[in-house]
């Protein structure tokens, strides 16, 4: 069976090589990342299971790899922090954080922490086979359900679906009456302006700016398109 691998982005390292020494004589496999900017890095190139991320940090901080990370990665990141204030708290897990360990800590609590993640992520992932994901969006198709930063988006039946039919499409453009006829079909009693109106709706739930859209964009003369690129 593989090791669970674990990343861990300290700059201190005193901290740096305990944790590391800890952690390995428990089975795990460590990857170590110095700084923020090697942290994004071994990320991308190493898959981890989980990440052990500190905020103060020389470069790039603790906070900015994990509005980073959480672009197209969902997995689990422990912040471990000398910091104790609530808004820091709360700062990580507006950005994506799963967890949160103050130091100096008890080394056991930390491997608790780990496994109770890892708990967490797998049992989320053996029940979300079927799903879409880009940057910090999710779309449960099963439960047909979308999820940004982990927080359930309220959608329509009709904007679900419109967000479904671009999203398996990406970066593909679709015509207005593409949409609209796949979505109310041919027999219903309107037009595509209807698809506008929609479009606008869920721009306004889902975009962070809705009248510079990350995700669903306009191609003016041909439609609307998914964008998945950063």
């Known amino acids: 069976m593989a090791k669970e691998k674990i990343l861990l982005v300290e700059d201190e390292v005193g901290i740096r090589e305990l944790v590391q020494i800890f952690l390995e004589d428990k089975g795990y496999e460590v990857v170590i990342a110095e700084d923020g900017e090697k942290g994004l890095a071994l990320a991308a190139s190493e898959s981890p299971d989980i990440i052990l991320l500190d905020i103060e940090m020389p470069g790039l901080d603790g906070f900015q790899v994990c509005k980073e990370i959480r672009r197209n990665m969902t997995v689990p990141i422990l912040f471990i922090s000398c910091r104790k204030e609530v808004m820091d708290k709360i700062t990580c897990f507006s950005l994506g954080g799963d967890d949160y360990l103050t130091k100096p800590f008890d080394f056991d609590e930390l491997e608790a922490r780990i496994q109770a993640n890892l708990r ?5 992932n053996q029940t979300t086979y079927n799903m879409i994901r880009h940057h910090d969006m999710e779309i449960n198709l099963d439960s047909a359900k979308c999820y940004i930063r982990g927080k359930l988006i309220e959608l329509s039946t009709k904007e679900i679906q419109l967000l479904i039919l671009l999203a398996k499409h990406p970066n593909q453009i679709l015509s207005a009456e593409q949409i609209y006829d796949h979505i109310w079909g041919y027999d219903f009693p309107g037009d595509v302006t209807t698809v506008k109106v929609h479009i606008s709706n869920l721009r306004r ?3 962070k700016n809705a009248s510079q859209p990350r995700y669903i964009q306009t191609a003016r ?6 964008v998945t690129a950063s």
């Open 221 to 226: 003369g041909f439609g609307y398109l998914f």
């Open 120 to 124: 967490r992520y797998t049992a989320y």
């Open 205 to 207: 739930k889902i975009e």
